[in-house]
């Protein structure tokens, strides 16, 4: 018999504004779709300062594994969608500050351009339980 895959919910990210799931766990897996700057309550934050789009995608990521029952030393990969090479560094520098000591894999890929005008979206994959 096969663990039965949850579909993730919370209020305190965004909800999906298409046919998917804010994440899903099968077992002890954890996938979290990927989240732009888009408020819980549905505003963007695509007018506001990178920075403020990369942590609230970040918040909303790690909302939803908490949700899971997962968090941020529990991450096994993740993946950034960055507009344009040059946010890089501030990428890192931010991603570091709320990663804390958690240093899960990790993929930087530079894109031309994401939907709404977003600047970066995040994705993860992680474990549940600690």
């Given amino acids: 018999m096969t663990d039965p895959i949850t579909r993730l919910a919370t ?3 965004a909800a999906p504004a298409g046919h998917y799931s804010q994440g899903a766990a099968w077992g002890d897996l954890v996938f979290v779709s990927g989240q732009l700057g888009a408020r819980p309550d549905g505003s963007h934050t695509a ?8 942590r609230q995608a970040l918040a909303s990521l790690l909302a939803i594994l908490a949700e ?7 991450i ?4 950034a969608y960055v507009v344009g090479v ?4 501030e990428f890192n520098r931010i991603y570091a500050d709320v ?7 990790r993929t930087v890929v ?3 351009e994401l939907h709404h005008g977003y600047l970066v979206e995040v994705e993860a994959i ?5």
Wanted: glycine share 14%.
């Fill in 11 to 13: 209020r305190d990210a």
């Fill in 47 to 54: 007018d506001q300062p990178f920075e403020v789009q990369a």
């Fill in 68 to 74: 899971a029952g997962s968090g941020p030393e529990r």
């Fill in 76 to 79: 096994l990969r993740v993946t």
């Fill in 86 to 89: 040059a946010h890089w560094p």
């Fill in 99 to 105: 990663m804390g000591g958690a240093k899960p894999a």
């Fill in 110 to 112: 530079p894109v031309p």
């Fill in 126 to 130: 992680a474990v549940r339980g600690g």
